[in-house]
C-alpha cells in the first residue's frame, strides 16, 4: 500500500493539473449555461475556484513548505467566497456549501501534512498519508461535480438545514 501512495505523491503535479481542468470545464460550462439568465451564482463561483486552482499551479512544486502555501491558497480562496456570500444579492447555490465544505477539508490535510513533514519530520508512510491523498482527491473532485450538476449528492445541504432549523426551533421555544 505505501508503495501506491508514493506512486500517488509522485503523480502529484499532474492530478493537480487534472483537477484545474476539472475547475475550468465548470466554469465554461456554467458561464454557457447563465448567459441567458440572471442568476451568475454558480458561474462567479467556478471562476473563483479555477482561478485559485490555476493560481496555484504557478507556485513550484520543490518549494521549501508546499503544505503551508497550499493552507494558505485554500484559507485565501475561503475567504474569497465567503466575502462573495456577504456581498452578492444572488441566490447562493447548492455547490456554495460544498465549496466551503471542501476547502476546509483540504486546508485541514493541509496544515496537518505539514505538521507531520515539516515539524514533526515524518518521512515515512502512515495512515494519515493515506487519509490526505484519497481525501484530497475526494473533496477536489466533489467540488467540481457539484459546480456541475449542482446537486446535493451527500446531503451537506438538508444536515445544514436540519442543524439550524433544529437551533432556530430551540430559540424560539424558549421565547
Keep these: 500500500m505505501a508503495d501506491i501512495l508514493w506512486e500517488l505523491v ?23 449555461a447563465s448567459i441567458n439568465k440572471p442568476d451568475k451564482s454558480r458561474a462567479q463561483l467556478s471562476f473563483i475556484m479555477m482561478a485559485s486552482y490555476t493560481a496555484s499551479l504557478l507556485m513550484g ?32 447555490p447548492t455547490s456554495f456549501y460544498y465549496l466551503i465544505v471542501g476547502l476546509s477539508c483540504n486546508a485541514c490535510l493541509f496544515l496537518g501534512m505539514h505538521y507531520d513533514i515539516v515539524i514533526q519530520g515524518t518521512l515515512y508512510y502512515w495512515w494519515f498519508w493515506a487519509v490526505y491523498i484519497f481525501g484530497m482527491y475526494f473533496s ?5 461535480l457539484v459546480l456541475i450538476i449542482n446537486k446535493d449528492i451527500l446531503g451537506l445541504v438538508k ?14 421555544a424558549k421565547k
Design 61 to 92: 512544486p520543490l518549494i521549501a513548505t508546499p503544505h503551508l502555501n497550499y493552507f494558505y491558497y485554500d484559507a485565501v480562496t475561503l475567504l474569497i467566497l465567503l466575502l462573495w456570500r456577504n456581498f452578492t444579492n444572488q441566490t447562493i
Design 10 to 32: 509522485d503523480l502529484g503535479y499532474n492530478v493537480a493539473v487534472l483537477f484545474t481542468w476539472f475547475f475550468l470545464i465548470a466554469f465554461l460550462y456554467n458561464l454557457s
Design 159 to 172: 444536515l445544514k438545514r436540519a442543524l439550524f432549523n433544529r437551533n432556530e426551533l430551540h430559540a424560539m
Design 140 to 144: 477536489d473532485f466533489t467540488m467540481a
